[in-house]
């Protein structure tokens, strides 16, 4: 009896130090959020390439899901796929790791190839260390020059907004290995 009271007061504990410190992080964010009106509204210009392993023992991309008609579209309609990118600094893979993106992208198009994403990219080095940013929408991977909305962040980028515009850098068929470039236009406070 005594060792179930011992277990029971321990884990009580537990709970209340979680919901101390949950509790301290929700008083903190009320406090920024009163404060918001004080802010200043600050600007950022990124730019980073996303490696894109599309195939192969390790992939970063892989797919969950499929519509009955996945296989007989051109465009490969229906097809959802979960992503686990590297971001770095430079084009090359082995260049400054500043984070992740991770994120699902569905291909939403009967006509062109043309993905509906959810992205986020996850900072885990530099100046944006621990914060993040969210892009949402449509991305025709055939064009130039897409545009994205950032819809959001965390950190640093609490309250973002903004756009990206990514292009393919480069696609290798033999590897299945894509660069991605990224340039994200973001105000936040």
């Known amino acids: ?12 504990l537990l709970i209340a130090g979680s919901y101390a410190s949950t509790s ?13 009106s004080q802010r ?24 969950v899901a499929r519509s009955n ?21 430079e084009p090359d893979r082995n260049s400054e790791k500043l984070g992740r993106a991770q994120g699902l992208v569905t291909s939403a198009d009967l006509r062109e ?8 990219f996850v900072f885990t080095a530099g100046r944006y260390n621990g ?5 949402l929408g449509r991305n025709p991977i055939d064009t130039m020059n897409r545009e994205l909305p950032v819809v959001g962040g965390t950190g640093v980028f ?12 480069s696609y290798d068929p033999v590897e299945n290995y894509g660069v ?6 973001v105000s936040y406070v």
């Open 24 to 36: 301290k992080d929700i008083l903190e964010a009320e406090k920024w959020f009163r404060n918001l």
């Open 158 to 169: 609490r309250m973002a907004r903004g756009f990206s515009i990514s292009n393919t850098y």
């Open 180 to 185: 991605l470039e990224y340039t994200v236009y």
């Open 69 to 89: 008609v996945t296989s007989l579209s051109h465009t490969m309609f229906g097809q959802i796929r979960v992503l686990d990118n590297l971001i770095t600094a």
């Open 113 to 120: 190839s043309a993905l509906a994403m959810n992205l986020n």
């Open 40 to 63: 200043r509204e600050k600007v950022a210009k990124l730019r980073f390439y996303i490696q894109d392993v599309l195939g192969g023992p390790n992939a970063t991309i892989w797919e």
């Open 1 to 12: 009896m005594e060792r179930v009271c011992a277990i029971f007061i321990l884990c009580s």
């Open 131 to 135: 914060s993040t940013l969210c892009i």
